[in-house]
Protein backbone atom coordinates (compact mmCIF):
# COMPACT_ATOMS: atom_id res chain seq x y z
CA UNK A 1 0.00 0.00 0.00
CA UNK A 2 1.49 3.11 -1.33
CA UNK A 3 1.89 5.64 2.16
CA UNK A 4 1.15 9.19 1.52
CA UNK A 5 4.36 10.87 1.65
CA UNK A 6 5.12 8.23 -1.68
CA UNK A 7 3.07 11.09 -4.36
CA UNK A 8 5.17 13.81 -3.00
CA UNK A 9 8.63 11.97 -3.08
CA UNK A 10 7.43 10.85 -6.34
CA UNK A 11 5.93 14.45 -7.90
CA UNK A 12 9.56 15.22 -6.28
CA UNK A 13 11.44 12.97 -8.56
CA UNK A 14 9.81 13.41 -11.51
CA UNK A 15 9.65 17.51 -11.31
CA UNK A 16 13.64 16.88 -11.07
CA UNK A 17 14.16 14.61 -13.28
CA UNK A 18 12.32 16.91 -16.11
CA UNK A 19 14.33 19.97 -14.45
CA UNK A 20 17.42 18.58 -15.22
CA UNK A 21 16.28 16.83 -18.37
CA UNK A 22 15.61 20.43 -19.65
CA UNK A 23 18.39 22.06 -18.55
CA UNK A 24 20.63 19.39 -20.10
CA UNK A 25 18.68 20.02 -23.14
CA UNK A 26 19.88 23.58 -23.03
CA UNK A 27 22.95 23.09 -22.10
CA UNK A 28 23.51 20.55 -25.24
CA UNK A 29 21.76 23.23 -27.63
CA UNK A 30 24.32 26.18 -26.26
CA UNK A 31 27.44 24.07 -26.90
CA UNK A 32 26.20 23.01 -30.42
CA UNK A 33 27.03 26.11 -32.43
CA UNK A 34 28.95 27.85 -29.46
CA UNK A 35 31.56 28.36 -31.90
CA UNK A 36 29.31 31.45 -34.00
CA UNK A 37 29.57 34.81 -32.40
CA UNK A 38 26.19 36.33 -31.20
CA UNK A 39 24.26 37.95 -28.39
CA UNK A 40 24.13 35.45 -25.07
CA UNK A 41 21.20 35.39 -24.88
CA UNK A 42 20.73 34.07 -28.44
CA UNK A 43 22.71 31.06 -27.22
CA UNK A 44 20.05 30.10 -24.79
CA UNK A 45 16.55 31.18 -26.37
CA UNK A 46 14.65 31.77 -29.44
CA UNK A 47 12.70 34.54 -27.86
CA UNK A 48 16.12 37.00 -28.09
CA UNK A 49 14.57 39.55 -30.71
CA UNK A 50 18.06 40.10 -32.60
CA UNK A 51 17.98 43.82 -34.11
CA UNK A 52 22.11 44.80 -34.57
CA UNK A 53 22.21 41.99 -37.35
CA UNK A 54 25.86 43.72 -38.69
CA UNK A 55 27.93 43.75 -35.90
CA UNK A 56 28.89 40.42 -35.01
CA UNK A 57 31.06 39.26 -38.74
CA UNK A 58 30.17 37.20 -41.32
CA UNK A 59 28.11 34.49 -38.89
CA UNK A 60 26.25 35.31 -36.22
CA UNK A 61 24.31 33.34 -34.14
CA UNK A 62 20.66 34.55 -33.46
CA UNK A 63 18.74 31.89 -31.81
CA UNK A 64 20.20 28.36 -29.90
CA UNK A 65 19.72 26.23 -33.30
CA UNK A 66 20.07 29.57 -35.83
CA UNK A 67 22.59 31.79 -37.35
CA UNK A 68 22.36 34.19 -40.02
CA UNK A 69 25.34 34.14 -43.03
CA UNK A 70 26.73 37.39 -44.93
CA UNK A 71 29.22 35.92 -47.26
CA UNK A 72 28.08 36.22 -50.42
CA UNK A 73 29.63 33.34 -51.78
CA UNK A 74 26.98 31.03 -49.74
CA UNK A 75 24.08 32.32 -50.99
CA UNK A 76 23.91 29.69 -53.88
CA UNK A 77 24.28 26.77 -51.93
CA UNK A 78 21.92 27.95 -48.81
CA UNK A 79 19.15 29.25 -51.44
CA UNK A 80 20.06 26.53 -54.19
CA UNK A 81 17.90 25.55 -57.62
CA UNK A 82 19.12 22.28 -57.51
CA UNK A 83 20.49 20.97 -54.01
CA UNK A 84 17.40 22.64 -52.09
CA UNK A 85 17.49 23.18 -48.15
CA UNK A 86 14.10 22.76 -47.06
CA UNK A 87 12.36 25.92 -45.60
CA UNK A 88 12.66 26.11 -41.64
CA UNK A 89 9.55 25.25 -39.27
CA UNK A 90 9.27 28.88 -38.99
CA UNK A 91 6.92 28.46 -42.31
CA UNK A 92 4.53 26.40 -40.35
CA UNK A 93 3.47 29.37 -38.14
CA UNK A 94 0.70 31.22 -40.82
CA UNK A 95 -0.82 27.23 -42.00
CA UNK A 96 -4.35 27.67 -41.45
CA UNK A 97 -7.21 25.23 -41.13
CA UNK A 98 -9.85 24.64 -43.32
CA UNK A 99 -12.46 22.72 -43.06
CA UNK A 100 -10.94 21.67 -40.61
CA UNK A 101 -7.73 20.71 -42.25
CA UNK A 102 -4.11 22.17 -42.02
CA UNK A 103 -3.75 23.63 -45.17
CA UNK A 104 -0.20 25.00 -46.55
CA UNK A 105 -0.13 27.99 -48.43
CA UNK A 106 2.16 27.99 -51.46
CA UNK A 107 5.05 29.46 -49.43
CA UNK A 108 4.40 27.17 -46.39
CA UNK A 109 5.06 24.21 -48.09
CA UNK A 110 8.36 22.56 -46.53
CA UNK A 111 8.38 19.57 -48.98
CA UNK A 112 10.57 20.37 -51.84
CA UNK A 113 9.42 17.15 -53.82
CA UNK A 114 5.84 18.23 -53.75
CA UNK A 115 7.17 22.05 -54.81
CA UNK A 116 8.40 20.47 -57.71
CA UNK A 117 5.46 18.09 -58.70
CA UNK A 118 3.22 22.12 -58.06
CA UNK A 119 6.04 23.64 -60.52
CA UNK A 120 6.04 21.22 -63.14
CA UNK A 121 2.51 22.00 -63.65
CA UNK A 122 2.06 25.88 -63.20
CA UNK A 123 5.48 27.86 -63.43
CA UNK A 124 4.57 28.29 -66.72
CA UNK A 125 1.46 30.58 -65.20
CA UNK A 126 4.46 33.20 -63.90
CA UNK A 127 6.36 33.43 -66.76
CA UNK A 128 7.19 36.46 -68.66
CA UNK A 129 5.62 34.86 -71.90
CA UNK A 130 2.38 34.29 -69.81
CA UNK A 131 2.67 38.10 -68.53
CA UNK A 132 0.97 38.77 -72.04
CA UNK A 133 -2.50 36.69 -71.44
CA UNK A 134 -2.81 38.65 -68.09
CA UNK A 135 -1.87 42.35 -69.17
CA UNK A 136 -5.38 43.16 -70.28
CA UNK A 137 -6.31 42.90 -66.11
CA UNK A 138 -3.61 45.17 -64.89
CA UNK A 139 -4.66 47.90 -67.57
CA UNK A 140 -7.89 47.94 -66.31
CA UNK A 141 -6.32 48.74 -62.62
CA UNK A 142 -3.90 51.39 -63.52
CA UNK A 143 -7.16 53.50 -65.22
CA UNK A 144 -8.70 52.78 -62.04
CA UNK A 145 -6.12 53.70 -60.01
CA UNK A 146 -5.37 57.17 -62.47
CA UNK A 147 -8.76 58.32 -62.33
CA UNK A 148 -8.95 57.89 -58.48
CA UNK A 149 -5.81 59.93 -58.22
CA UNK A 150 -7.33 62.44 -60.45
CA UNK A 151 -10.13 63.16 -58.47
CA UNK A 152 -7.75 63.30 -55.53
CA UNK A 153 -7.07 67.28 -54.23
CA UNK A 154 -4.49 68.30 -51.81
CA UNK A 155 -2.46 66.09 -50.05
CA UNK A 156 -2.46 62.38 -50.70
CA UNK A 157 -1.04 59.33 -49.12
CA UNK A 158 0.00 56.88 -52.03
CA UNK A 159 0.67 53.57 -49.36
CA UNK A 160 -2.81 52.47 -49.19
CA UNK A 161 -3.60 53.65 -52.68
CA UNK A 162 -1.04 51.49 -53.89
CA UNK A 163 -2.07 48.55 -51.76
CA UNK A 164 -5.53 48.87 -53.13
CA UNK A 165 -3.98 49.53 -56.34
CA UNK A 166 -1.78 46.05 -55.80
CA UNK A 167 -4.78 44.13 -54.40
CA UNK A 168 -7.34 45.36 -56.95
CA UNK A 169 -4.46 43.67 -59.56
CA UNK A 170 -4.12 40.95 -57.94
CA UNK A 171 -7.53 39.98 -57.67
CA UNK A 172 -8.25 40.39 -61.26
CA UNK A 173 -5.09 38.09 -62.59
CA UNK A 174 -5.64 35.22 -59.96
CA UNK A 175 -9.23 35.05 -59.81
CA UNK A 176 -10.49 37.66 -63.05
CA UNK A 177 -12.82 39.88 -60.32
CA UNK A 178 -11.91 42.86 -58.89
CA UNK A 179 -12.67 42.78 -54.81
CA UNK A 180 -16.28 43.87 -55.52
CA UNK A 181 -16.67 46.65 -52.22
CA UNK A 182 -14.23 48.99 -50.88
CA UNK A 183 -15.34 46.96 -47.56
CA UNK A 184 -14.54 43.71 -48.73
CA UNK A 185 -10.78 44.98 -50.09
CA UNK A 186 -10.44 46.33 -46.56
CA UNK A 187 -11.14 42.86 -44.89
CA UNK A 188 -9.20 41.22 -47.25
CA UNK A 189 -6.30 43.53 -46.38
CA UNK A 190 -6.83 43.12 -43.02
CA UNK A 191 -6.80 39.46 -42.66
CA UNK A 192 -3.59 39.71 -44.70
CA UNK A 193 -2.27 42.07 -41.79
CA UNK A 194 -3.63 39.73 -39.09
CA UNK A 195 -1.83 36.83 -40.86
CA UNK A 196 1.63 38.58 -40.74
CA UNK A 197 1.15 39.58 -37.05
CA UNK A 198 0.80 36.07 -36.08
CA UNK A 199 3.24 34.65 -38.12
CA UNK A 200 5.68 37.58 -36.32
CA UNK A 201 4.32 37.11 -33.31
CA UNK A 202 5.18 33.09 -33.37
CA UNK A 203 8.04 32.84 -35.92
CA UNK A 204 10.95 32.21 -32.93
CA UNK A 205 8.40 29.28 -31.20
CA UNK A 206 7.13 27.40 -34.05
CA UNK A 207 6.90 24.31 -32.08
CA UNK A 208 5.18 25.75 -29.31
CA UNK A 209 2.68 27.28 -31.37
CA UNK A 210 2.00 24.30 -32.82
CA UNK A 211 1.48 22.88 -29.98
CA UNK A 212 -0.63 25.59 -28.15
CA UNK A 213 -2.53 26.14 -31.22
CA UNK A 214 -2.64 23.32 -33.97
CA UNK A 215 -4.08 20.66 -31.69
CA UNK A 216 -7.73 19.66 -32.58
CA UNK A 217 -8.68 20.77 -29.07
CA UNK A 218 -8.48 24.37 -30.35
CA UNK A 219 -10.84 25.81 -32.77
CA UNK A 220 -10.94 29.63 -33.14
CA UNK A 221 -7.04 30.00 -34.04
CA UNK A 222 -5.76 28.96 -37.22
CA UNK A 223 -9.12 29.20 -39.03
CA UNK A 224 -9.05 31.60 -41.97
CA UNK A 225 -9.69 35.09 -41.59
CA UNK A 226 -11.51 37.15 -44.60
CA UNK A 227 -8.18 36.16 -46.81
CA UNK A 228 -8.50 32.29 -46.45
CA UNK A 229 -12.27 33.27 -46.84
CA UNK A 230 -12.11 35.17 -50.09
CA UNK A 231 -9.92 31.98 -51.47
CA UNK A 232 -12.51 29.85 -50.11
CA UNK A 233 -14.91 31.23 -51.38
CA UNK A 234 -13.53 32.44 -55.04
CA UNK A 235 -12.39 28.27 -55.88
CA UNK A 236 -15.94 26.99 -55.13
CA UNK A 237 -17.39 29.84 -57.57
CA UNK A 238 -15.29 28.65 -60.15
CA UNK A 239 -15.42 25.20 -59.02
CA UNK A 240 -19.75 25.92 -59.68
CA UNK A 241 -19.13 27.37 -62.80
CA UNK A 242 -17.57 23.97 -64.71
CA UNK A 243 -14.03 24.42 -63.23
CA UNK A 244 -11.27 24.81 -65.81
CA UNK A 245 -11.40 26.76 -69.27
CA UNK A 246 -13.98 29.28 -67.82
CA UNK A 247 -11.74 32.16 -67.52
CA UNK A 248 -8.12 33.35 -68.76
CA UNK A 249 -6.67 33.60 -64.90
CA UNK A 250 -4.37 31.94 -62.43
CA UNK A 251 -7.12 30.02 -61.00
CA UNK A 252 -7.95 28.67 -64.46
CA UNK A 253 -4.08 27.58 -64.24
CA UNK A 254 -4.69 25.78 -61.67
CA UNK A 255 -7.85 24.25 -62.38
CA UNK A 256 -5.66 22.87 -65.84
CA UNK A 257 -2.74 21.97 -63.56
CA UNK A 258 -5.72 19.51 -61.48
CA UNK A 259 -6.61 18.29 -64.95
CA UNK A 260 -2.86 16.68 -65.42
CA UNK A 261 -1.94 15.92 -61.86
CA UNK A 262 -5.37 15.31 -59.62
CA UNK A 263 -3.35 13.49 -57.20
CA UNK A 264 -1.38 16.64 -56.71
CA UNK A 265 -3.57 19.57 -57.22
CA UNK A 266 -6.53 18.48 -54.50
CA UNK A 267 -8.69 21.78 -53.35
CA UNK A 268 -6.90 22.31 -50.66
CA UNK A 269 -3.54 22.74 -52.13
CA UNK A 270 -5.43 24.60 -54.64
CA UNK A 271 -6.91 26.91 -52.21
CA UNK A 272 -3.52 27.23 -50.30
CA UNK A 273 -2.20 28.42 -53.73
CA UNK A 274 -4.66 31.00 -54.32
CA UNK A 275 -4.33 32.51 -50.25
CA UNK A 276 -0.70 32.76 -51.06
CA UNK A 277 -1.46 34.51 -54.22
CA UNK A 278 -2.89 36.95 -52.56
CA UNK A 279 -1.07 37.17 -49.56
CA UNK A 280 2.71 37.37 -51.13
CA UNK A 281 1.06 38.94 -54.26
CA UNK A 282 -0.42 42.47 -52.88
CA UNK A 283 1.03 44.80 -50.48
CA UNK A 284 4.06 43.44 -51.32
CA UNK A 285 3.80 45.09 -54.63
CA UNK A 286 2.43 48.30 -52.71
CA UNK A 287 4.99 48.83 -50.53
CA UNK A 288 7.41 48.50 -53.14
CA UNK A 289 6.07 51.24 -55.20
CA UNK A 290 6.02 53.08 -51.95
CA UNK A 291 9.42 52.79 -51.51
CA UNK A 292 10.46 53.94 -55.32
CA UNK A 293 8.69 56.67 -54.57
CA UNK A 294 9.81 57.32 -51.43
CA UNK A 295 13.47 57.28 -52.61
CA UNK A 296 12.77 59.37 -56.34
CA UNK A 297 11.15 61.97 -54.25
CA UNK A 298 14.10 62.42 -51.29
CA UNK A 299 16.78 62.18 -54.53
CA UNK A 300 15.61 65.22 -57.33
CA UNK A 301 18.61 64.24 -59.71
CA UNK A 302 16.88 60.95 -60.05
CA UNK A 303 13.26 61.53 -59.76
CA UNK A 304 13.88 64.29 -62.92
CA UNK A 305 16.01 61.39 -65.00
CA UNK A 306 12.87 59.54 -64.50
CA UNK A 307 10.71 62.49 -65.51
CA UNK A 308 12.32 63.43 -68.51
CA UNK A 309 12.60 59.67 -70.22
CA UNK A 310 9.09 59.00 -69.37
CA UNK A 311 7.60 62.27 -70.67
CA UNK A 312 10.34 62.24 -73.46
CA UNK A 313 9.38 59.25 -75.40
CA UNK A 314 5.56 58.10 -76.88
CA UNK A 315 3.84 54.73 -75.55
CA UNK A 316 0.61 53.91 -75.23
CA UNK A 317 -1.68 54.68 -72.26
CA UNK A 318 -1.02 52.64 -69.81
CA UNK A 319 1.84 51.70 -71.49
CA UNK A 320 2.15 47.95 -72.97
CA UNK A 321 4.71 45.68 -71.53
CA UNK A 322 6.73 45.84 -74.11
CA UNK A 323 6.66 49.80 -74.24
CA UNK A 324 7.45 49.46 -70.19
CA UNK A 325 10.37 47.12 -70.85
CA UNK A 326 11.79 50.21 -72.79
CA UNK A 327 12.54 52.57 -69.27
CA UNK A 328 15.28 50.58 -67.93
CA UNK A 329 15.86 53.36 -65.61
CA UNK A 330 12.53 52.87 -64.03
CA UNK A 331 13.58 48.60 -63.63
CA UNK A 332 16.85 49.95 -62.23
CA UNK A 333 14.93 52.39 -59.52
CA UNK A 334 12.58 49.33 -58.90
CA UNK A 335 16.19 47.61 -58.42
CA UNK A 336 17.68 49.96 -55.81
CA UNK A 337 14.45 50.46 -53.88
CA UNK A 338 14.09 47.24 -53.26
CA UNK A 339 18.10 46.51 -52.12
CA UNK A 340 17.65 49.43 -49.75
CA UNK A 341 14.56 48.22 -48.57
CA UNK A 342 14.01 44.29 -48.53
CA UNK A 343 10.91 44.01 -47.59
CA UNK A 344 10.94 40.72 -45.61
CA UNK A 345 12.18 41.66 -42.25
CA UNK A 346 12.30 38.13 -40.55
CA UNK A 347 15.06 35.90 -41.56
CA UNK A 348 14.28 33.69 -44.71
CA UNK A 349 14.73 30.70 -43.01
CA UNK A 350 16.58 27.16 -44.14
CA UNK A 351 17.25 24.09 -42.71
CA UNK A 352 21.35 22.52 -43.32
CA UNK A 353 21.01 19.08 -44.46
CA UNK A 354 21.94 16.16 -42.74
CA UNK A 355 25.62 16.29 -44.10
CA UNK A 356 26.19 19.83 -42.69
CA UNK A 357 27.76 23.04 -44.23
CA UNK A 358 31.26 24.48 -44.00
CA UNK A 359 31.77 27.96 -44.02
CA UNK A 360 34.83 29.32 -44.09
CA UNK A 361 36.56 27.65 -40.64
CA UNK A 362 32.90 27.08 -39.04
CA UNK A 363 31.16 23.88 -39.31
CA UNK A 364 27.36 23.84 -39.16
CA UNK A 365 26.00 20.45 -38.10
CA UNK A 366 22.90 19.11 -40.02
CA UNK A 367 19.45 20.57 -38.49
CA UNK A 368 20.76 23.71 -37.92
CA UNK A 369 18.88 26.85 -39.37
CA UNK A 370 20.48 29.22 -41.23
CA UNK A 371 19.46 32.64 -43.32
CA UNK A 372 21.09 34.97 -45.15
CA UNK A 373 21.81 38.04 -43.41
CA UNK A 374 20.14 40.16 -46.16
CA UNK A 375 20.63 43.60 -44.45
CA UNK A 376 24.46 42.97 -44.15
CA UNK A 377 24.18 42.10 -47.94
CA UNK A 378 22.42 44.35 -49.09
CA UNK A 379 24.28 47.30 -48.00
CA UNK A 380 28.04 45.10 -48.60
CA UNK A 381 30.52 47.83 -50.69
CA UNK A 382 32.58 45.57 -52.35
CA UNK A 383 29.46 44.26 -54.19
CA UNK A 384 27.11 47.80 -54.55
CA UNK A 385 29.80 50.16 -53.79
CA UNK A 386 31.43 52.52 -51.61
CA UNK A 387 27.75 54.37 -51.89
CA UNK A 388 25.76 51.30 -50.89
CA UNK A 389 23.93 53.79 -48.39
CA UNK A 390 22.73 55.84 -50.99
CA UNK A 391 19.95 55.49 -53.58
CA UNK A 392 21.53 55.23 -56.71
CA UNK A 393 19.64 53.26 -59.53
CA UNK A 394 22.62 53.92 -61.68
CA UNK A 395 24.76 51.62 -60.43
CA UNK A 396 22.29 48.65 -62.18
CA UNK A 397 22.96 51.03 -65.70
CA UNK A 398 26.75 51.17 -65.30
CA UNK A 399 27.76 47.77 -64.06
CA UNK A 400 29.98 45.52 -66.00
CA UNK A 401 27.99 42.36 -66.88
CA UNK A 402 30.25 40.56 -64.45
CA UNK A 403 29.09 43.07 -61.40
CA UNK A 404 25.58 43.43 -62.66
CA UNK A 405 25.03 39.60 -62.04
CA UNK A 406 27.01 39.37 -58.91
CA UNK A 407 24.78 42.07 -57.42
CA UNK A 408 21.12 40.60 -58.80
CA UNK A 409 22.51 37.33 -57.18
CA UNK A 410 23.19 39.39 -53.86
CA UNK A 411 19.75 41.63 -53.70
CA UNK A 412 17.17 39.75 -52.30
CA UNK A 413 14.09 41.85 -52.33
CA UNK A 414 12.66 39.15 -54.30
CA UNK A 415 14.43 36.43 -52.37
CA UNK A 416 16.64 33.87 -54.04
CA UNK A 417 16.73 30.31 -55.96
CA UNK A 418 14.13 27.93 -55.92
CA UNK A 419 11.94 29.13 -53.69
CA UNK A 420 12.29 32.96 -54.90
CA UNK A 421 9.14 34.94 -55.39
CA UNK A 422 7.52 33.12 -57.99
CA UNK A 423 5.04 36.33 -58.41
CA UNK A 424 7.96 38.28 -58.98
CA UNK A 425 6.84 39.06 -62.94
CA UNK A 426 3.39 40.23 -62.31
CA UNK A 427 4.77 42.34 -59.60
CA UNK A 428 7.43 44.15 -62.32
CA UNK A 429 4.30 44.64 -64.93
CA UNK A 430 2.02 45.63 -62.25
CA UNK A 431 5.05 48.70 -61.46
CA UNK A 432 6.23 49.35 -65.13
CA UNK A 433 3.08 49.90 -65.80
CA UNK A 434 1.82 52.25 -63.13
CA UNK A 435 4.86 54.13 -62.60
CA UNK A 436 5.29 55.65 -66.02
CA UNK A 437 1.34 56.61 -65.85
CA UNK A 438 1.60 57.98 -63.02
CA UNK A 439 4.58 60.26 -63.84
CA UNK A 440 3.41 61.53 -67.52
CA UNK A 441 0.24 62.86 -65.77
CA UNK A 442 1.57 64.38 -62.66
CA UNK A 443 4.22 66.15 -61.17
CA UNK A 444 5.02 64.90 -57.66
CA UNK A 445 6.68 66.16 -54.53
CA UNK A 446 6.88 65.24 -50.69
CA UNK A 447 4.14 67.61 -48.73
CA UNK A 448 6.90 67.94 -45.97
CA UNK A 449 10.62 67.79 -47.55
CA UNK A 450 11.83 67.31 -44.26
CA UNK A 451 9.65 63.80 -43.84
CA UNK A 452 11.45 61.00 -42.33
CA UNK A 453 10.74 57.36 -43.65
CA UNK A 454 8.66 55.46 -40.86
CA UNK A 455 8.64 51.87 -40.93
CA UNK A 456 6.15 48.79 -39.51
CA UNK A 457 7.49 45.59 -39.36
CA UNK A 458 5.61 42.28 -38.47
CA UNK A 459 7.21 39.69 -41.33
CA UNK A 460 7.33 42.55 -43.64
CA UNK A 461 8.96 46.45 -43.25
CA UNK A 462 5.99 48.41 -44.56
CA UNK A 463 6.49 52.05 -44.69
CA UNK A 464 3.96 54.11 -42.97
CA UNK A 465 2.62 56.28 -45.00
CA UNK A 466 3.99 58.67 -48.14
CA UNK A 467 1.86 62.07 -48.01
CA UNK A 468 2.87 64.07 -51.53
CA UNK A 469 1.49 66.68 -53.38
CA UNK A 470 0.25 66.38 -56.80
CA UNK A 471 0.42 69.21 -59.55
CA UNK A 472 -1.66 67.31 -62.74
CA UNK A 473 0.55 68.64 -65.89
CA UNK A 474 -2.52 70.02 -68.18
CA UNK A 475 -3.41 72.27 -64.90
CA UNK A 476 -6.56 70.42 -64.17
CA UNK A 477 -8.07 68.23 -61.59
CA UNK A 478 -11.14 65.78 -61.25
C1 LIG B 1 7.32 43.72 -55.35
C2 LIG B 1 6.52 42.74 -54.96
C3 LIG B 1 6.97 41.47 -54.33
C4 LIG B 1 8.01 41.24 -53.48
C5 LIG B 1 9.01 42.23 -52.96
C6 LIG B 1 7.99 39.82 -53.17
C7 LIG B 1 8.94 39.19 -52.37
C8 LIG B 1 8.97 37.85 -52.13
C9 LIG B 1 9.98 37.16 -51.36
C10 LIG B 1 11.18 37.82 -50.71
C11 LIG B 1 9.65 35.84 -51.33
C12 LIG B 1 10.41 34.73 -50.63
C13 LIG B 1 9.79 34.44 -49.30
C14 LIG B 1 10.43 33.29 -48.57
O1 LIG B 1 11.44 32.72 -48.96
O2 LIG B 1 9.89 32.97 -47.53
C15 LIG B 1 8.42 35.69 -52.08
C16 LIG B 1 7.76 34.50 -52.25
C17 LIG B 1 6.56 34.38 -52.89
N1 LIG B 1 5.87 35.35 -53.59
FE1 LIG B 1 6.48 37.26 -53.80
N2 LIG B 1 6.92 39.25 -53.79
C18 LIG B 1 6.28 40.21 -54.53
C19 LIG B 1 5.18 40.03 -55.34
C20 LIG B 1 4.50 38.85 -55.51
C21 LIG B 1 3.35 38.68 -56.36
C22 LIG B 1 2.69 39.75 -57.24
C23 LIG B 1 2.93 37.40 -56.20
C24 LIG B 1 1.72 36.82 -56.90
C25 LIG B 1 1.50 35.62 -57.20
C26 LIG B 1 3.83 36.75 -55.26
C27 LIG B 1 3.76 35.45 -54.83
C28 LIG B 1 4.71 34.82 -54.07
C29 LIG B 1 4.62 33.42 -53.67
C30 LIG B 1 3.48 32.47 -53.99
C31 LIG B 1 5.78 33.15 -52.94
C32 LIG B 1 6.19 31.82 -52.30
C33 LIG B 1 7.19 31.15 -53.22
C34 LIG B 1 7.76 29.89 -52.63
O3 LIG B 1 7.66 29.69 -51.43
O4 LIG B 1 8.32 29.08 -53.39
N3 LIG B 1 4.78 37.67 -54.87
N4 LIG B 1 8.03 36.91 -52.56
Not at 255 to 271: E, G, H, R, V, Y
Not at 298 to 307: G, S
Not at 403 to 423: D, P, V, W, Y
Request: aromatic share 10%.
Amino acid sequence: MALPGDSLIWALVSTSVAIIALLLRLVQRYLALRHIPGPRLAAWSDLWLFKQRCQYGPLVRYGPKRVLFSDPTYITTVYGTTKVYDKAPYYNVPVVKINGKLTRSFATIRDEKLMTAIKRQIAFAFSTTSMRDFESHVDLTVENFMSKLRRKEGVVDLVPMFAFYAFDSICRLAFSDALGKQSEAEAVMKGAKERFKYWFRWGALPETEELLFKNRFIKGVGTPNALGQLAQGRFADRLEKGGAGVHHDLLDRLFQAQKADPSTFNPALMIGISISMIHAGSETTGHTLANVFWELLKNPQHYQRLVSEVRGASWSSPPTLAEARRFPFIEACVKEAGRMHNLFADPLERVVPASGLQIGDTFLPGGTIIAANTRALSFNTSIFGADAHQFNPERFLNASPTQLATMERTNFHFSQGKRNCIGMNIAWMEMLKLIPAIVKEFDIELANPYAVREEDTWVMNYTRDLHVKLSPLDGKTG
